[in-house]
């Protein structure tokens, strides 16, 4: 599977984002889908994560620390997945990855396909 990440920059603190990831390579349907976040000298970290789809709602799961702020979802037509952050805080700065598994998880391990990530910059 072959991810590529979009939508990534700068923005003040409390702005907004929107982040993309489309997938090739794959059905898209049979996917789950995540982003994690790293920066400089620390290990990438779970930000959302989206089941495959299953029915009329989509099965989503954060990270605490963005519960509430961002939204992960899917356009299956699209082959495509998206973040949208809002309320961003300078702490949210990284770089942000798009991966793809055949279940939906926090566990990097559990992801098999990742994108080459897209720079987020949140400043105060």
């Known amino acids: 599977v072959r991810l590529v990440e979009s939508g990534g920059g700068l923005v003040q603190a409390g702005g907004s984002l929107s982040l993309s990831c489309l997938a090739s390579?794959?059905?898209?349907?049979?996917?789950?889908m995540a982003w994690f976040r790293q920066v400089p000298g620390k290990e990438r970290e779970f930000v959302a994560t989206?089941?495959?789809?299953?029915?009329?709602?989509?099965?989503?799961y954060y990270a605490d620390s963005v519960k509430g702020r961002f939204t992960i979802s899917r356009e299956n037509v699209k082959n495509t997945a998206y973040l949208q952050m809002n309320s961003l805080k300078p702490e949210d700065t990284g770089i942000f990855y798009c991966?793809?598994?055949?279940?939906?998880?926090?566990?990097?391990?559990?992801?098999?396909?990742w994108g080459q990530g897209t720079q987020v910059t949140v400043s105060a």
């Open positions: 991966a793809a598994g055949p279940v939906m998880s926090t566990m990097e391990r559990d992801f098999r396909s």
């Open positions: 390579g794959r059905p898209f349907s049979e996917l789950a």
């Open positions: 989206i089941d495959v789809p299953h029915g009329s709602e989509d099965v989503t």
